[in-house]
């Protein structure tokens, strides 16, 4: 694992940010923090980072302990912040030029070419940033957490403020940087978006809610459901549903039968003939399908019962 943590701990004053957070990271990867505001997705990152220091508990980074050796963190490692500024009257080269200055490069130049063109900006590097679109000032951010090579790189929140169509085109480009092989740490509240990136979501709010591959996530929280809406459900037809052996849960919503079956596609027919038979009067039948807001919230609510 490229990242570690072990009951990482940050309290600003009496608020506890990030609360005893024990999760990994795998090389190559895309692992998501997904939470809602204020859940302590940047302060994570900023730990990680070398930025600012836990309270107690600690990280390892590619085996360096951020907290203790910050700087030789910052050399492996890119960080696109929330708020990246860059010097408006300069051009995009220039910015990247200039920040490049703070590393020892031998190559700036040739690196800077190579993640321009792959942030598709090369044909603008000589235009002021200032006349940059939203769009274009985010993928020069992530070119500029780029410049010096990092193993690791930390995106807090990428494609938050753009509009739908230009945060597609982000995504996109950092599913390129992922084929190229940086481990890549991704902070988001969009959940179709940490499903379409992440190889894994930590869910996260404070403290670890949960962490696990989108598909598992699924899988683990959500059964496939028959819905059957009926004119009118009376107990005689309730009883003949309970009686079915491949019937593993019912339960009723108005005129609507939820039925979670053994197999769905084996015993979607029968079950229909059945409900016929004991008189129901079938109106619909539809699959529920549960979108990742269901499990977000149902896992948020999990963690409040505890
Ligand atoms: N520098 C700070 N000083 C005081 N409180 C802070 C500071 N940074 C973050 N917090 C608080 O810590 C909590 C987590 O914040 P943050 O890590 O920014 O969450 P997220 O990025 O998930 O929205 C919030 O309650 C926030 O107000
Ligand atoms: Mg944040």
Request: proline share 3%.
């Amino acid at each position: 694992m490229i990242i570690e943590t072990n009951n990482l701990t940050r309290k600003f004053g009496d608020r506890l940010a990030v609360d005893n957070l024990n999760l990994t990271a795998e090389e190559g990867k895309i692992l998501g923090f997904l939470g809602p505001n204020g859940a302590g997705k940047t302060t994570t990152m900023r730990m990680l980072a070398g930025l600012i220091s836990p309270t107690s508990g600690y990280a390892v980074v590619d085996g360096i302990r951020p907290d203790k050796e910050a700087e030789r963190v910052h050399e492996i490692i890119g960080i696109l912040t929330e708020t990246p500024g860059f010097y408006n009257n300069l051009s995009a080269q220039r910015n990247l030029e200039y920040f490049a200055g703070f590393y020892n490069l031998s190559d700036a130049s040739a690196q800077i070419e190579k993640y321009l063109k792959l942030m598709e900006l090369w044909e603008r590097k000589s235009d002021k940033v200032g006349t940059f679109s939203k769009g274009m000032k985010q993928r020069l951010a992530i070119t500029r957490a780029l410049i010096h090579r990092p193993k690791i790189l930390f995106l807090d929140e990428p494609t938050s403020g753009l509009d739908p169509e230009v945060s597609q085109e982000v995504r996109g480009l950092i599913q390129n940087l992922s084929r190229e092989g940086y481990t890549i740490i991704l902070s988001t509240h969009n959940l179709s978006e940490a499903e379409q990136l992440c190889h894994r979501i930590a869910v996260i709010r404070s403290a670890l809610v949960t962490l696990d591959t989108p598909a598992n996530l699924r899988k683990r929280l959500f059964k496939h459901q028959t819905m059957i809406k009926l004119e009118e459900i009376d107990e005689n037809l309730i009883q003949a549903i309970s009686k079915l052996d491949y019937v593993n849960k019912h339960s009723r919503e108005e005129n609507t039968l939820l039925i979670e079956l053994a197999d769905p596609s084996k015993h979607q027919s029968d079950l229909i003939k059945k409900i016929v038979e004991a008189g129901g009067r079938i109106i619909e039948v539809t699959d529920k399908k549960h979108s990742l807001e269901d499990i977000y919230l149902s896992l948020l609510n999990e963690e409040e019962k505890i």
